[in-house]
């Protein structure tokens, strides 16, 4: 037992190593670390988000989850085929009626009527798309929807309905085709027109593909049609179907990403395209190029990404990961040069050009805070500046 005084020398010494140091909280500073509470924030928040909101599982918030759960297992274009480098903003399908901006609009009563629980649609090309999100003349293309139903008997008979009715809007000219591989998939094609249609039920899944290529080979179509279903197929099966009542347990943030991630309104209701935690093949499904951005990730080991509305964070695989990939971020969208955020170690900002990407806003600015990175957008760099060191802090307040 040590004596009295010795304990008391002890007591002493660790409250001028806690002095000196500081602690977690409160964004003071760890030893190496700068004191993040001398940054500029400005009016930004460096709290963790759940100091300020509090989620609560409702029926659209479940909706909203369980599309990003799936987006995580529809096959993004590489694991396709490596020519499909390009892709087009995902289409979210909460309800039967926004299955209309992927599917012949009629076949959203068929939808609605099965039971339609969720969905979410992937496009990818081999040739870049088009600003207006169609496909460039002379591509190949693949339109990729899964949509989950409460039971095998409501997919299976959606997935014929929803074939028959699209069949049904050229009666007169389409005419059915037999995938060799998967003869239980409903598809026809136009002769001379350079697309196929192709419905397939896989359990409590439907998987609807809009396929075309460059020339009206119908061989080239069937060919694309059973790749794509061999791969998205087995990514399914991984895939356990929800019913409602999972679909109102799925977890939040069980990553801890939005709680990092900068958000100045403090609004946290899950939103597949703002507010939302992915893996990789969500943040690839919102890449323009998923050919460079799947080569990078993989290389920096990136495995979770979160976005809150123009703030993006990703979780590398480690620290040095992390720097190399934050080296990267501004190449393709934000190649301009752009002054820095005065105190935020390793920082650095991009004007994007006339031509470069497809962010509305002017600047952005890069950060590494241990192994993640986080990217701030806004159209004025002082403001910038400030969101990248409010999103700094914030990261050195979340370590708990």
């Known amino acids: 037992m040590l004596s009295r005084k010795y304990r008391l020398a002890a007591v002493a010494i660790a409250a001028m190593l806690t002095a000196g140091c500081g602690s977690e909280l409160d964004g003071a500073a760890q030893p190496a670390e700068i004191d993040v509470r001398t940054l500029d924030v400005g009016k930004y928040s460096t709290d963790p988000l759940e100091v300020r909101y509090t989620y609560a599982p409702d029926l659209s918030n479940r909706t909203q989850l369980s599309m990003m759960r799936l987006a995580g297992n529809i096959a993004v274009g590489p694991e396709i085929d490596p020519?499909?480098?390009?892709?087009?903003?995902?289409?979210?399908?909460?309800?039967?009626?926004?299955?209309?901006?992927?599917?012949?609009?009629?076949?959203?009563?068929?939808l609605d009527r099965n039971g339609l629980l969720f969905g979410y649609a992937a496009r990818v090309s081999d040739k870049s798309f088009e600003k207006s999100g169609n496909p460039s003349t002379g591509s190949t293309f693949i339109d990729l929807t899964v949509m989950q139903f409460?039971?095998?008997?409501?997919?299976?008979?959606?997935?014929?309905?929803?074939?028959?009715?699209?069949?049904?809007?050229?009666?007169?000219?389409?005419?059915?085709?037999?995938?060799?591989?998967?003869?239980?998939?409903h598809s026809h094609w136009r002769p001379g027109i350079a697309t196929i249609g192709s419905t397939l039920a896989h359990g409590k899944y439907v998987v609807h593909l809009f396929i075309g290529v460059a020339e009206p080979q119908l061989d080239q179509?069937?060919?694309?049609?059973?790749?794509?279903?061999?791969?998205?197929?087995?990514?399914?099966?991984?895939?356990?179907?929800?019913?409602?009542?999972?679909?109102?347990?799925?977890?939040?943030?069980?990553?801890?990403?939005?709680?990092?991630?900068?958000?100045?309104?403090?609004?946290?209701?899950?939103?597949?395209?703002?507010?939302?935690?992915?893996?990789?093949?969500?943040?690839?499904?919102?890449?323009?190029?998923?050919?460079?951005?799947?080569?990078?990730?993989?290389?920096?080991?990136?495995?979770?990404?979160?976005?809150?509305?123009?703030?993006?964070?990703?979780?590398?695989?480690?620290?040095?990961?992390?720097?190399?990939?934050?080296?990267?971020?501004?190449?393709?969208?934000f190649p301009g040069a752009a002054a820095v955020p005065g105190g935020v170690p390793g920082s650095s900002c991009g004007e994007k050009t006339n031509s470069a990407g497809y962010s509305v806003k002017r600047f952005r600015c890069v950060l590494v805070y241990r192994q993640y990175v986080a990217t701030v957008e806004s159209d004025q760099l002082a403001d910038a500046h400030q969101q990248a060191a409010a999103q700094y802090a914030l990261l050195a307040n979340s370590t708990w």
């Open 83 to 110: 020519r499909f480098t390009y892709s087009a903003t995902p289409i979210p399908v909460p309800y039967a009626h926004t299955a209309s901006r992927v599917l012949t609009p009629d076949a959203a009563a068929a």
């Open 150 to 185: 409460p039971d095998e008997e409501t997919a299976a008979r959606s997935a014929a309905e929803t074939d028959a009715i699209d069949f049904a809007v050229a009666a007169d000219a389409n005419q059915p085709v037999i995938l060799s591989k998967y003869p239980g998939a």
């Open 221 to 333: 179509l069937t060919a694309l049609a059973e790749q794509v279903y061999a791969v998205q197929l087995p990514l399914l099966d991984t895939l356990p179907p929800l019913s409602r009542e999972d679909m109102l347990r799925l977890p939040y943030d069980p990553d801890g990403m939005l709680r990092r991630t900068l958000n100045p309104n403090g609004l946290g209701a899950p939103n597949v395209t703002s507010q939302a935690v992915f893996g990789l093949r969500g943040f690839l499904h919102q890449s323009t190029d998923q050919g460079y951005w799947n080569r990078t990730m993989n290389d920096a080991g990136v495995d979770r990404y979160s976005i809150s509305d123009y703030t993006r964070l990703f979780r590398a695989r480690d620290d040095g990961s992390a720097r190399k990939l934050a080296d990267v971020a501004l190449e393709l969208s």
